[in-house]
């Protein structure tokens, strides 16, 4: 990349002062800036002006500037020699309520330093984003709060810094995702009116800040830029995960998925895009079922059960003995189980078939997953009946939704032609067992598209993007909220989506092949 | 005043968030106030970001906002009740090398609610702009200039909003108006290459800065506006100067003399301003005799001579017994012994009509102005011959810059319609006698205004006027400094005014009808 791929990195050689040329050395530095950015408010801080003078002498007026594109002007966050061996570092967070991932990005050309991620610490006070906002009432429960996760978040810079061979005085850039609850809580601002009807955040579109002020232990003049929201349900990790996916650029409609407690759903092109967020159930999460863990090792995360002997195959993560189920694994099962007949089209299990593996546990069908002796834990693994209808409504609450936006715009979501799933329920599930269930449409596996962690990605692309907040505003702007109202029409269709894989299996073709393989 | 003739104050009721309007409560705020302003581009601070939900749930939705206007925006900086008692105050500062003057504002008014000064603390390490230049360059020096003026002017503002019977953190404003050195110590910028060929200050036109991130104990989203300088010789103080003469919309050429141990004239109307600046010499402000003072109780601040009888007739500050002159006094001095005969058109002591009062000290002709018996100090208070060569030194060299001035726009100094002077100079100057003298040429007494201390009158109006950053930085961008070439032009004028009034003595046709009564 040269200065003009990457503005934000200007090397400058500035004509020194003279008895005829005796502008003063911000105003010497700030014009050519101004000249080669084409623009007319660059700004200095404070910091770097009393390092000006210095700096400019010890380095013969040629100079190396960071800047970081505001809204409304460009602002110099570094000044540093031309032949700097070290790298300007920028720092993007994904601040999950569970789980917070950071990158550190050489600022030069996007590259990835170091990555690191930890538990949100304040899931030690309380576990969930309603919790925590009724937390946040009690008197300082907000500090508490708000320390919690800048102490984390420091602990963590500090930790990727040191990985990465840097001083975390060179992260120069800071760039926040995170739902409107958790950046409410990162910027100290009160929570208590998001769950309150009319639901209402403090703000929407938050100013850059200075990282410092927001206690973050970076370079003084460090800008953080917070993702946007779009109302109390719709955060800025969504933003950042859109940004990512480049669903805003594409000409043909194309859905963005991001299934967690919730399912949150894009759907757009770069004329429109149409949002919608539901309960799809922490089924899908691994969050259910007695037997259900989050994607670490010993989860079971892959299962295969053959057609004919209905001999399980279990694959779990890092091959250790199976201690729990995760996501991918529990729709895997349903998947398996529905292919193999032991559940029938309604999901429930088929005595004829189960055989052994089925028993009753307090009055209620369980089949066993894992028998005790092959267990991590001594004890053996089950579903039970209630657990796959739990995940059946909450695969059907997905395809309703999916039904609903698509339909907003008088689509099928067979009609889609890509379709990007995020976060680590996209990395981890195979789309054809989530078709199989009828929980994604049927398209071709080709356009399915994992994007990983499409908030950190976001965030870490708006370290290295010239025009990027603008981009980022012009989608906030233009996401349309589809209020996801339980009438007739979403009762009809959540009640056909609940069969396997739904009452139509005109929809699913692939699932009826599978089923019966030739 | 309504919201218009001063739109930094902004009463807004907003419409409450409902299902069908769920704004954010910033944005909410900010689209009323980008409305009424009419701007695209309205920050909120963190601070009041933080308070905002709280605020206007309890007052409903209608609240009193305070803005101030930076250059590329409008920020607000401060939030309160609709009938709040206690009036949002504003600081202006003159930060002179000397004295420091503040005045509090009630910014909804102009209304001057306090006014205290102090002298500059750093006097106690260094007492004038050069010696405080070089202690800057002792390790530590710079922060050590920087903390004696920052926490004299915490204890000012204490003081100040004591007596204004406010709270500090009532303080939403403050403008800050000194010459170039003494700004560059207020922000803590090195001040070294102002005193060094090519004398190049850190920065012409400082950012507007957080008040509080300067050190100033008041509010947290106080900003501060610091006025720009032309460069090292021409600082803010002065454009605070012109601004608040108005010379810069003057359709006729006026003209503003500030006198310290420089003498600053600014020349120009609404489509042009020149500046220059001369050593005018200590004898102005009374800094140079051995009986020389400040202007305080006990300094001789007037003299009147009878002309026939040569009695001294001897007015002191306060009336106290006479302790030393003042500037204004030795300028009165000087007339009155020209104009009684006392001393010559050369300035030479006349023996033959100083009688008793004429003695030789060390070999020196001197003057006894105030017998031993009759001074506060039990000495006689004298003036010397080198004393009076001084002060005609001085007195040349300050009609010489006029006549410079005026002459590089084709006028001559006795074509000046009005003559604005500055400073306790300007204050406690009798025109007549600096005409006298020659130093100020001949017009009618009503061309001269005094203005007082225009450095803080400008800083004041800065606080209450909605385009005034803009005005400041027109008033600076269209400065042309005069730079004064001690060459063969300049010594011609100087030596002919190194008579009393002047070689020319046909300039000062008053003078003349003063020395020969009717």
Redesign the interface.
């Given at each position: 990349m040269n200065d003009t791929d990457r503005p934000w990195i200007q090397t400058v050689s500035l004509t020194p002062?003279?008895?005829q040329?005796?502008?003063?050395?911000?105003?010497r530095l700030i014009g050519a800036l101004k000249d080669r950015l084409q623009t007319?408010?660059v700004?200095?801080d404070?910091d770097l002006?009393?390092e000006?003078?210095?700096r400019l002498r010890k380095w013969g007026y040629r100079v190396c500037c960071l800047l970081f594109r505001d809204?409304?002007?460009w602002r110099v966050t570094a000044i540093t020699r031309v032949d700097d061996p070290h790298p300007l570092a920028g720092l993007a967070v994904d601040l999950g309520t569970t789980r917070v991932a950071l990158r550190l990005v050489d600022l030069s050309d996007g590259r990835c330093l170091a990555e690191n991620g930890f538990d949100n610490p304040q899931l030690a006070v309380a576990p969930d984003v309603l919790a925590r906002i009724h937390f946040a009432e009690n008197p300082d429960g907000l500090s508490q709060l708000n320390d919690l996760i800048i102490a984390g978040l420091n602990r963590a810079i500090e930790k990727l810094c040191h990985a990465a061979g840097l001083e975390a005085h060179r992260v120069y850039a800071v760039s926040v995702a995170g739902n409107t609850a958790m950046t409410h809580l990162f910027?100290?601002?009160?929570p208590?009116?998001i769950i309150r009807?009319?639901?209402?955040?403090?703000?929407?579109?938050?100013?850059i800040?200075k990282a410092t002020?927001?206690g973050l232990a970076v370079a003084p003049s460090a800008r953080a830029l917070i993702f946007p929201?779009v109302?109390?349900y719709f955060g800025g990790d969504l933003i950042a995960g859109i940004l990512y996916s480049g669903l805003h650029r594409r000409t043909d409609a194309a859905i963005l998925v991001d299934v967690g407690t919730n399912a949150e759903v894009i759907l757009g092109n770069q004329d429109w895009l149409i949002a919608c967020a539901g309960a799809a159930g922490p089924a899908l999460e691994g969050g259910v079922t007695a037997m259900g863990m989050m994607a670490a090792p010993g989860a079971v995360d892959r299962i295969r059960i053959d057609p004919r002997t209905r001999a399980f195959e279990i694959h779990t993560i890092e091959d250790q003995p199976p201690r729990g189920i995760c996501g991918s694994g529990v729709i895997d099962l349903a998947a398996q189980l529905f292919l193999s007949g032991m559940v029938d089209i309604r999901g429930k299990l088929v005595p004829a078939a189960g055989g052994q593996r089925l028993k009753e546990i307090d009055g209620l069908a369980h089949l066993v997953v894992v028998p005790a002796d092959q267990s991590a834990t001594g004890s053996e693994l089950t579903i039970s009946q209630a657990d796959i209808d739990s995940l059946i409504r909450s695969k059907a609450a997905m395809y309703t939704i999916l039904e609903t936006i698509t339909s907003s715009v008088g689509m099928q979501p067979e009609e889609l032609t890509t379709f990007y799933v995020a976060g680590t329920f996209g990395s981890f599930i195979d789309p054809r067992s989530a078709i199989c269930i009828g929980m994604l449409p049927d398209l071709p596996m080709g356009s399915y598209q994992s994007l990983g962690n499409s908030s950190l990605g976001g965030a870490s692309r708006a370290l290295t993007s010239a025009g990027c907040l603008e981009e980022i505003d012009r989608i906030r702007d233009r996401i349309t909220y589809l209020e996801l109202n339980v009438n007739q029409d979403f009762m009809n269709r959540f009640s056909a989506a609940k069969f396997l894989p739904h009452t139509d299996t005109a929809r699913f073709p692939s699932v009826e092949k599978w089923r019966k393989p030739s």
């Amino acid at each position: 990349m040269n200065d003009t791929d990457r503005p934000w990195i200007q090397t400058v050689s500035l004509t020194p002062p003279s008895l005829q040329n005796n502008t003063a050395d911000a105003e010497r530095l700030i014009g050519a800036l101004k000249d080669r950015l084409q623009t007319d408010v660059v700004h200095l801080d404070l910091d770097l002006l009393k390092e000006l003078p210095d700096r400019l002498r010890k380095w013969g007026y040629r100079v190396c500037c960071l800047l970081f594109r505001d809204r409304d002007c460009w602002r110099v966050t570094a000044i540093t020699r031309v032949d700097d061996p070290h790298p300007l570092a920028g720092l993007a967070v994904d601040l999950g309520t569970t789980r917070v991932a950071l990158r550190l990005v050489d600022l030069s050309d996007g590259r990835c330093l170091a990555e690191n991620g930890f538990d949100n610490p304040q899931l030690a006070v309380a576990p969930d984003v309603l919790a925590r906002i009724h937390f946040a009432e009690n008197p300082d429960g907000l500090s508490q709060l708000n320390d919690l996760i800048i102490a984390g978040l420091n602990r963590a810079i500090e930790k990727l810094c040191h990985a990465a061979g840097l001083e975390a005085h060179r992260v120069y850039a800071v760039s926040v995702a995170g739902n409107t609850a958790m950046t409410h809580l990162f910027l100290g601002l009160d929570p208590r009116w998001i769950i309150r009807e009319p639901y209402i955040p403090v703000v929407n579109k938050p100013d850059i800040f200075k990282a410092t002020q927001l206690g973050l232990a970076v370079a003084p003049s460090a800008r953080a830029l917070i993702f946007p929201n779009v109302g109390s349900y719709f955060g800025g990790d969504l933003i950042a995960g859109i940004l990512y996916s480049g669903l805003h650029r594409r000409t043909d409609a194309a859905i963005l998925v991001d299934v967690g407690t919730n399912a949150e759903v894009i759907l757009g092109n770069q004329d429109w895009l149409i949002a919608c967020a539901g309960a799809a159930g922490p089924a899908l999460e691994g969050g259910v079922t007695a037997m259900g863990m989050m994607a670490a090792p010993g989860a079971v995360d892959r299962i295969r059960i053959d057609p004919r002997t209905r001999a399980f195959e279990i694959h779990t993560i890092e091959d250790q003995p199976p201690r729990g189920i995760c996501g991918s694994g529990v729709i895997d099962l349903a998947a398996q189980l529905f292919l193999s007949g032991m559940v029938d089209i309604r999901g429930k299990l088929v005595p004829a078939a189960g055989g052994q593996r089925l028993k009753e546990i307090d009055g209620l069908a369980h089949l066993v997953v894992v028998p005790a002796d092959q267990s991590a834990t001594g004890s053996e693994l089950t579903i039970s009946q209630a657990d796959i209808d739990s995940l059946i409504r909450s695969k059907a609450a997905m395809y309703t939704i999916l039904e609903t936006i698509t339909s907003s715009v008088g689509m099928q979501p067979e009609e889609l032609t890509t379709f990007y799933v995020a976060g680590t329920f996209g990395s981890f599930i195979d789309p054809r067992s989530a078709i199989c269930i009828g929980m994604l449409p049927d398209l071709p596996m080709g356009s399915y598209q994992s994007l990983g962690n499409s908030s950190l990605g976001g965030a870490s692309r708006a370290l290295t993007s010239a025009g990027c907040l603008e981009e980022i505003d012009r989608i906030r702007d233009r996401i349309t909220y589809l209020e996801l109202n339980v009438n007739q029409d979403f009762m009809n269709r959540f009640s056909a989506a609940k069969f396997l894989p739904h009452t139509d299996t005109a929809r699913f073709p692939s699932v009826e092949k599978w089923r019966k393989p030739s």
